[in-house]
Structure formats: C-alpha cells, structure tokens
C-alpha cells in the first residue's frame, strides 16, 4: 500500500486545520479531501484517522456509505444507465451491457484512461422516455442500444 506523499500530507493537515474547530468536522473533511484528490484513499483514511481520532471503520463506513464519496479515483465522466423500473422494462439492461462491452469495465470501475466511471444509478426521473442514460449532467433518453456508441463517443 503507497504511504501518503509530502504533499498530500500538507493538503490533508490544510483540510483538516480549516475544519477541525467546527462540530462534526468528518463530512466537511471527507468532501474537501473527495474534492481535492478525486477520492479518498484508504492511505488518506488512515492519516485522517491519526489526525481527527476518529477510526478508520468509523471513516471508511461513512465513506462507503454516501455515494459522493470514492475510494478510488473516478472518471472525468460518469455514466450512469437508469435501472429504474419504466427504464428496466424499456431495455435499459441492454443499454448498460452495450456500455459494459464498449468501455470493458464494470459497475463503480473506472476506465484506464480516466474517462469514464460507470456508477450504479436507479431512477434519473426521465420515465415517460424511458431509457435513458446520463453523463455527466446530460440526460439521453428515449434510447437505443445502437446509439449508446455514438453518445460514448461525444465525450471521448
């Protein structure tokens, strides 16, 4: 497991000296730190730990708890295919496997070349032209399993 570097160190103590004097200062850290470096490390969690005296359990569950908050680095776009139910019974299974096969990772995986993340999501709200997906803050709808590509292909 890699430590922590130098500079990490000075942007972690920064973090937590801004917050540390305020009630609660776990969330605010936790979406600093989040915000930052694009996730919270489990190397990051244990200096955090140290640093707040909150242990790594209590850190770790409220991280993977919210869905804000990632252990890894997630993509510069995150693509998440409705599996709600006016979605699921449209296809939207066929439209998350087309996306599966396209970018070869799965649910909460990120791509190697750090564009894409695909995030398990439940309902965008968009029922009526079902199914959709969203990128980013782009909502497609009404889609077919032959236009996924060419939507992927607008953020690449």
Same mark, same amino acid.
């Not at 993340?117 to 965008?124: D, K």
């Not at 032959?146 to 590509?149: K, L």
């Not at 939507?151 to 690449?156: A, E, T, V």
């Given at each position: 497991?890699? &430590?922590?570097?130098?500079?990490?160190?000075?942007? !972690?103590?920064?973090?937590? @000296?801004?917050? +540390?004097?305020?009630? $609660?200062? !776990?969330?605010?850290? !936790?979406?600093?730190?989040?915000?930052?470096? =694009?996730?919270?490390?489990?190397?990051?969690? &244990?200096? #955090?730990?140290?640093?707040?005296?909150?242990?790594? +359990?209590?850190?770790?569950?409220?991280?993977?708890?919210?869905?804000?908050?990632?252990?890894?680095?997630?993509?510069?776009?995150?693509?998440?295919?409705?599996?709600?139910?006016?979605?699921?019974?449209?296809?939207?299974? @066929?439209? #998350?496997?087309?996306?599966?096969?396209?970018?070869?990772? =799965? *649910?909460?995986?990120?791509t190697?070349?750090? !564009?894409?993340? *695909?995030?398990?999501? @439940?309902?965008? $709200?968009?029922?009526? &032209?079902?199914?959709?997906?969203? *990128? $980013?803050?782009?909502?497609?709808?009404?889609?077919?399993v032959?236009?996924?590509?060419d *939507?992927?292909?607008?953020? @690449?």
């Open positions: 497991m890699a &430590k922590v570097s130098k500079d990490e160190i000075s942007y !972690l103590d920064e973090i937590v @000296r801004k917050h +540390s004097t305020k009630p $609660g200062p !776990l969330m605010p850290v !936790l979406h600093d730190v989040q915000k930052t470096f =694009g996730c919270v490390s489990y190397e990051a969690q &244990k200096y #955090l730990s140290k640093k707040l005296n909150i242990s790594c +359990s209590e850190i770790y569950s409220v991280i993977t708890f919210y869905s804000q908050f990632s252990v890894k680095p997630r993509g510069k776009y995150s693509i998440g295919v409705c599996m709600g139910t006016a979605c699921y019974v449209k296809g939207s299974q @066929r439209i #998350l496997d087309k996306v599966f096969s396209l970018l070869n990772v =799965g *649910i909460g995986e990120t190697p070349d750090g !564009l894409f993340t *695909i995030a398990p999501t @439940r309902c965008l $709200g968009d029922c009526s &032209k079902a199914p959709a997906l969203m *990128i $980013g803050d782009e909502v497609y709808s009404n889609l077919s032959d236009s996924v590509e *939507i992927i292909d607008k953020y @690449r």
